[in-house]
Every structure is written in C-alpha cells, then in structure tokens.
C-alpha cells in the first residue's frame, strides 16, 4: 500500500513539475528542461530574474490584463500616425480628427434607439423638482469628466438663474435654495485628482463605495457612473455601492432602481465579460447600461480622446434636457427663453448637432496645424507654454493634465519648484491661489480627510501592493494639496513663472468672453499683451457665434497684436443656442484641445505609429498596457524582414517576459529618481531588449537608457529595422 502511495506521489510530483516548467516557459518564455535549448533565453541575457511584484502581476492580476479590450487596439485611420506627423502638421492633425468621425456613428446609432437616454433625462427631471441628488463619478479623464458636469456645466447655469431675480423668485418655492449644490461631480482621490492620478486608487472597489458614503449619496438619489472601457475598479465600486443601498433598505425592485442608477462606458459588452468586476454590472437588472462603443482610439489605449469625448457630449446633454423638462413644470416659455431654453430640448436634435461641431473644427485646420507647429517648437527649443482661460478653464486644464500620464511629462509644478519643470502651464483670472481654485471649481477644494479613508484602506484592502499604494496616495490626497498649486493671474505666477522670450502664450475665449477684448484692463487683454511684451509668440483660440469679421476687430484692438499677421488665431464658430450649458462650445474646445496636443506629442517623438510608448505604468491597467506595448513593438521588429535578414530568426516575446523587463526598468528608474526625468519605462524596456538581442550581450539599464536619451525609440527603432 505505501509502495503504492510513493509511486503515486512520485507521478503527482513529475506532473506538477512538468505543468510548472511548462508554466514558466508559456509566461515567462524559461523552456522546460528538455535537453534543447531556446534560441534565447532572454531574461538569463539580461540577467534578470522576475521580481515578486512581476510574478503576482502576471499570475494573479489578469483581472487588469486589458489589452483585448477595443479601445486597446490600434485604430487604422491612424496606424502611421507619427510617420505622417514628422513630415505634415495638418496631414496628422487631419487623421486625428478623422477618428473623431466615429462619435458621429455611434450617435447616429443612438438616435435610433434613445429610451435609455430619455430614461436619463427624467432621472435628473425627477430629482431637480424632489430635491435629490445627482452624483456623476469617474475615474482618470471620466473623473474629470465628472468635474466638468459640476463645475462647468451646472453650477454656472444655477449661478445664473439665481442672478435673474424674478425668475428665481418664481422657483424658489418649487426648488431647493442651494440648486448649485444638488449636483456633484466627483473622481477617484477628489479634487488633487485633476492633477494627477493617485496610484492605487483606481484599482479599488472600496474607494468608490468610500466616497459615496462621504458625500452622503443615498437611496433614491441619482448616480451616474462614468468607465471610459467599463472595467475601472473604482467607479463599478461606487455603482454596486449605490446598488446596494436598494438591496439594504428594503424595496430593491429592479423596475425602480434602473431609473436611478446609470452605468456609461465605451466597450462592446462581449469584450468586457470575461471581467468579472464588469460582469457584475453588465448582467444586473437594477442598473441602467448606456453603451456609447465607438471604436478603437485615435492614439491606441488613450481614452481621453473619442471615449472621454462622446461620454462627456452625451452626459452634459442628458443634465441638460433633464432640467429643462423640470423646469418647464414651473416657467413659462418666455422665461424659459430668457434662460437660454429658446425650444425644448430635444436629444435627437443635440446629438445629430456633433457632425456640425467637428465640421466647424475640421474648417479650421490650417490655423490648428499653425497652433501645433508653434508649441512643438516651443518644447524643442527647451521653452514653455502658458494658457490662459476663464469659461474653457477646466476644458483646457483637463487636456494639460492628461498630457502628464498619457506622454510621461512631468506633472504641473507646485509652488515649490524653484523654477518650471513641466511645460505647460495654466492660468485664469484670479487675484490669489484660493481665489483661482474658487474660479476653477465654483466652490471650495475638496480633498479625501485620512480620518474617513485611512481605517477602511489599512483594514480592507487585502491585497499587499494596493494597500501600500492606496496609504500613501492617502497622504497626497488632503484639502492641504490645494495649498501646493497656484493658477492665478497674480503677482507670484507673473513673477516666478511668467513668460520669458522663446515662450509661447495661448489665450482661450468662450463666448461671450471675446468681448472682453474690447477693455484694456480686461485679464485676456493684460495676458496677451504681457507675453507680446517679452516677445513670446501668442496664440489666440476662441469659440463663439461671432463672425470672423467681428473676432479679427476685437482682437486688432489688443497692444501689439494683429490679426493679419497673428502667430495664430483659431476662431471656432459653435453657437450656444438652445444651449444654455455650454456644451457644445466645450466639446468643440476639447475636440480641438486633444487632437493638437496629441499632435505635437507625436511630432516630439512620444508617440510610435498610433501607439503611446510613453505611458506611465502608474495602475495595474497602466502596467497591463505598457506591458503589451513592449511585446507587440518588440515582436514587430523581430518579424520585420531586415531585422530576420541581419539576425535571424528570433522567438516572439511572451507577455511575462515582457512585464518582468517592464518591472525591472520600473525599479532602475525609480532608483535614478531626477535624472531619469520624463523617460519612459516602456521605450528603456523595448530599447534594452532590442540592443542585446542585436548584440548577444547582456545591454546594461545605463546603456539603454543613455540611447533613449540620445537616440530616442522612433529613431533607434527606425534604425534597427533600416
């Protein structure tokens, strides 16, 4: 019998030694022991033995695995996108807003069938006239979103209201008194978010739910959840969470709470299944699903651009309509016109009206592609850029902001640099730093308290890495992060980040802000003429129903500067008609906005083909990306013929291997600190491979990272497949 039993064991230990060595070799690319060697073992060339971090990523965190999503893949309209840019600024520019083309598709789809939006609309009716809350929550570019809804859309159309003292008087009875207040637009680790991520956050269901409870989000208020792919941890949190106070309180009916709860995202719902967490939400009948798929991006994996875009013109346009039809129970038509409700708001007729936004965009190219010439000099010649924007301020901040993790830059400098790192700049009018975050938000700064969040994070979090992350993220994550940022048009900015020549400054006006060109003590003003002053080169962009004729007239009046000969001058004309939020004018902006930086990001070499090789792994779908971006880049130039001819045949690189080269720049980078600046870990992993496959020998991370700093990755890639 124990002869028996020790065969046994003996067969169950070969098989389990067999399934692990055949494990490492389909992860990890390590060949079992067969008696034939692999072409190469790469890692053993490198010298490189997976770290910890590595092996619990590949193995346990394939929940953040994402590179099958359709937003991940590379969209073909502009697969050569950085070719093309290099050699044609409006060629580029023009195959950017060729992919813009697909929000048009997917509203055409949505007209067709427009019960989920209507159902959304009188969510946000029912609540206005009950008193309940309206909650937008995101994550990333959706959190901004979320803001944006708050900050730019609602609060200064309440603000509004409230300055017609006959009308309001007419509401007051009917509506709350603090109607700016009734919306909250929140994000993943609050306001310091806008800055910049919060590692760790993002991967957590428990933060979602935390912040609910934090603003005090119950039954019955409305929640609209914003994923741009629909897998964010985070924001399913915050929805299950809302779910759950249904399932809690008694009366959970599906029927009920699906006109309360509202979950956006832009991936097809065969793509997000295999996630469990997205599962969770895509199989509830308690929840509303409002799909808005439009396809791969224009820059592969970045979100910020067609997904952020359609979710941001489809939500500020269900609050929208939501409010007139609430409103029109108490006005009368003449009030509602005074308002900016000309008609009622029909979501057929806001959502057919893109196609004439990005046609009205598209008219402008030329001066866009000058706009984009001129800022990628700025940063070639070692300058800076400042923006300048009061009603467009969270438009333009956002598409700063979301240079930093999508093309690793250095994020906005507080006021504690000593002198600017990062390259870009935003300013609005203001006379202090309380008083910009005021301007910014309409209302005061809003940070995570650690007495709220630091038990549940220390307590429920069980995962090691995510707990450590979300500790420390806690510490950057207070209302003391306001003090540490100054947007103000104010003596500090002006005197230790003001305009130097070689600059570039880019003044942003939104109707009816252009007439403020027409005073001289006007900021826009004030602005323009300081940089002409020191002579920077200046940029004007403004979205209004002027004429052309009338923009060229305000602007000639300002000191020094002419229209006829304007470094640039951008006049979009989008009209706000029927559109008392401003929407249409800030989605017009952000078409823009995104399109050019991710232009001149292109042309400065941040981006290969239509892929963002300079992404910071800062989350585990951060991680998952870049991961996937040093496989397919490597194993295309492994495939490529000039490279077979050169070097031979060479094994495709396997995902784990990639992910372990990926975790071991991470570390090297981390240790080099200041002097690895804006270097990618992605571009020092794909380089580093490369080299010592073409040479046989193990390329040191010093090596590689001096041609990443010399060379760069279009180049050296160009170079090796030549």
């Known amino acids: 019998m124990r002869t028996k039993q020790a065969i046994q064991g003996l067969i169950f230990g070969l098989i389990f030694l067999l399934g692990l060595s055949m494990f490492q070799f389909a992860v990890f690319g390590q060949e079992p022991e067969t008696g034939q060697q692999p072409v190469v073992n790469l890692l053993k060339l490198l010298g490189i033995s997976p770290s910890s971090e590595s092996i619990d990523y590949v193995q346990n965190k394939t929940q953040f695995q994402l590179h099958t999503l359709l937003t991940e893949q590379r969209h073909k309209k502009t697969w050569n996108l950085s070719e093309i840019i290099r050699k044609d600024y409006e060629a580029g520019l023009k195959m950017l807003f060729a992919v813009d083309e697909d929000i048009e598709n997917k509203l055409a789809q949505l007209l067709e069938n427009q019960q989920k939006l209507d159902l959304a609309a009188q969510a946000v009716e029912e609540a206005v006239l009950k008193g309940n809350k309206i909650y937008v929550y995101g994550c990333g570019a959706t959190g901004r979103l ?59 269901f428990l933060i979602g739910r935390l912040q609910l409870l934090d603003h005090r989000v119950k039954k019955g208020d409305v929640v609209f959840c914003v994923t741009e792919g629909g897998e964010t941890s985070s924001v399913i949190g915050t929805i299950l969470a809302a779910l759950d106070q249904w399932k809690t309180t008694g009366n959970h009916s599906p029927d009920i709470t699906r006109k309360k709860l509202f979950f956006i995202y832009n991936n097809p719902d065969e793509h997000l299944l295999p996630f469990n967490r997205s599962r969770r939400v895509l199989e509830e009948p308690g929840i509303t699903k409002i799909n808005l798929t439009t396809g791969p991006q224009s820059i592969t994996g970045s979100t910020r651009m067609q997904a952020t875009t359609i979710e941001t013109f489809v939500v500020g346009h269900i609050l929208q309509a939501g409010v007139d039809r609430a409103l029109r129970h108490i006005l009368s038509n003449k009030d509602m016109s005074r308002l900016g409700f000309k008609n009622k708001i029909l979501m057929e007729k806001k959502l057919s009206g893109f196609k004439d936004i990005l046609k009205n965009i598209k008219a402008n190219l030329p001066a866009i592609a000058r706009l984009t010439e001129l800022e990628t000099a700025t940063y070639q010649n070692n300058h800076f850029s400042t923006y300048f924007a009061g009603k467009g301020l969270i438009t333009v901040f956002i598409d700063s902001t979301e240079r930093s993790p999508t093309f690793r830059l250095y994020a906005l400098d507080t006021v504690k ?50 707990r450590k992350a979300a500790l420390d993220s806690l510490k950057n994550a207070g209302n003391n992060q306001q003090d540490l940022y100054d947007f103000s048009f104010a003596d500090f900015n002006i005197k230790n980040r003001g305009p130097a020549e070689g600059d570039l400054g880019i003044c942003v006006l939104v109707g009816p802000e252009e007439n403020a060109l027409k005073k001289k003590d006007s900021d826009f003003r004030k602005f323009i003429e300081l940089h002409l002053g020191k002579k920077t080169r200046t940029a004007v962009i403004v979205v209004s129903d002027k ?9 000639g009046k300002i000191t020094g500067f002419s229209p006829e000969t304007a470094d640039c001058l951008i006049h979009l004309k989008i009209s706000a008609q029927n559109d008392p939020f401003n929407v249409n004018r800030q989605i017009a902006l952000k078409v823009l906005l995104n399109a050019h930086s991710t232009a001149v990001m292109a042309r400065l070499g941040k981006v290969i083909g239509n892929t963002m090789t300079n992404v910071s792994p800062s989350n585990l779908k951060l991680i998952g990306r870049a991961t996937y971006l040093i496989q397919s880049h490597v194993n295309d130039v492994l495939k490529n013929h000039r490279w077979v001819k050169k070097h031979g045949i060479q094994k495709p690189l396997v995902y784990g291997v990639a992910n372990a080269v990926l975790f071991d720049s991470i570390g090297f980078l981390k240790v080099k600190k200041t002097k690895a600046g804006q270097t990618a870990e992605v571009a020092l992993s794909i380089i580093r491979i490369l080299e010592s496959l073409r040479l046989g020998q193990n390329i040191s991370q010093e090596k590689a990272f001096k041609i990443v700093n010399t060379t760069g990755l279009a180049k050296y890639l160009a170079a090796v497949t030549s």
């Not at 603000?159 to 008087?169: E, G, L, S």
């Open 146 to 204: 979320a803001k944006q809804m708050e900050s730019t859309f609602w609060r200064p159309f309440w603000n509004r209201v409230k300055d017609q003292k006959r009308i309001w008087k007419k509401l007051k009875s009917h509506l709350s008194d603090h109607m700016e207040d009734q919306l909250i637009g929140e994000m993943t680790g609050a306001d310091r978010a806008l800055i910049s991520s919060l590692e760790g956050f993002e991967d957590l």
């Open 417 to 466: 640099e000593k002198k600017r790192r990062c390259w870009i700049q935003v300013w609005t009018s203001a006379s202090s730093r309380e008083n910009a975050w005021k301007a910014f938000l309409g209302r005061p700064f809003r940070g995570l308290s650690p007495g709220f969040y630091e038990k549940p994070f220390a307590e429920k979090i069980n995962d090691p890495y995510l």
């Open 547 to 555: 004429s052309e004729k009338t923009i060229k007239k305000l602007t």
